[in-house]
């Protein structure tokens, strides 16, 4: 049987602020890139997440990412080498101790928003997130943007990775996500969605906003927590796939 990580940040309220249906999305998806506070998320949060994860057997992974709370960790940012590791350390930091008072571990780790692609291309900062969990445990995976240089640098600095593509976001022709600011970056359609996953899942293929058929390698499908229909669009693809013989399973 054929089987694909389906994949979700979740956590990403904080205080008296919502954000998404995490409840609704732990029981679907079969990983969880839990904000670690710099971008989402809260120290009660955390636990209250990273509790709810384990209860399911959903894998945990950190969400890394720059200090940028008020821009939901999507603007860039230039951060000093020794700056974005000490960040990266203390947001694995943060997360591994929530699990371990949880009675669980954590096995990942997925940058978020612009550090995440940032470190696809950029070498110095992309050796700064992979020094930070090297630092702190080499075990852990890196998720990442499929077919990018910095998975690639990652791999030969010695980490394990997992290559991942989204189920909600437009791709360029030369396998880059589509720009938030550009139209056909989100998408929203879920049964859509499911059925463009689906073809991904049996082909390895992926069709660009221009009409490129796109082949790449990939591991885990990730749908994003925060969208008005995330939880739609996640039931959507785990249904199509267990309807047609192809296992929701954690990758790690």
């Known amino acids: 049987m054929i089987s694909v990580d389906l994949n979700s940040d979740i956590g990403e309220g904080y205080g008296a602020w919502a954000m998404g249906d995490d409840a609704a999305m732990l029981s679907i998806v079969s990983s969880a890139n839990i904000a670690c506070g710099f971008h989402g998320g809260d120290p009660a949060g955390m636990l209250e997440t990273v509790r709810n994860a384990a ?4 894998t945990i992974g950190a969400h890394v990412s720059y200090p940028d709370r008020a821009g939901f960790g999507r603007r860039d940012m230039d951060l000093t080498s020794e700056e974005l590791t000490g960040d990266v350390i203390y947001q694995i930091g943060a997360l591994m101790g929530m699990a371990k008072a949880a009675g669980t571990e954590m096995r990942y780790v997925k940058p978020h928003g612009a550090l995440y692609n940032h470190i696809a291309h950029n070498e110095r900062q992309g050796l700064a997130v992979i020094k930070a969990i090297k630092m702190v445990n080499p075990a852990l995976v890196l998720m990442g943007l499929a077919c990018t240089p910095g998975l690639e640098l990652a791999r030969a600095e010695g980490l394990s990775v997992m290559p991942e593509i ?9 396998g880059l996500l589509v720009s938030r600011r550009d139209p056909g970056a989100v998408l929203h359609d879920a049964d859509q969605a499911a059925q463009r996953m689906l073809k991904f899942a049996r082909t390895g293929m992926l069709t660009a906003n221009d009409g490129t058929e796109l082949r790449i390698a990939a591991g885990s ?32």
């Open 166 to 174: 989204f189920a909600d976001r437009g791709y360029t022709p030369q």
């Open 55 to 58: 209860s399911r057997n959903v």
């Open 221 to 252: 499908i990730c749908v994003h927590g925060d969208s008005p229909n995330a939880v739609a669009m996640a039931q959507a693809i785990k249904r199509l796939f267990e309807a047609e013989g192809i296992a929701v399973k954690a990758f790690a």
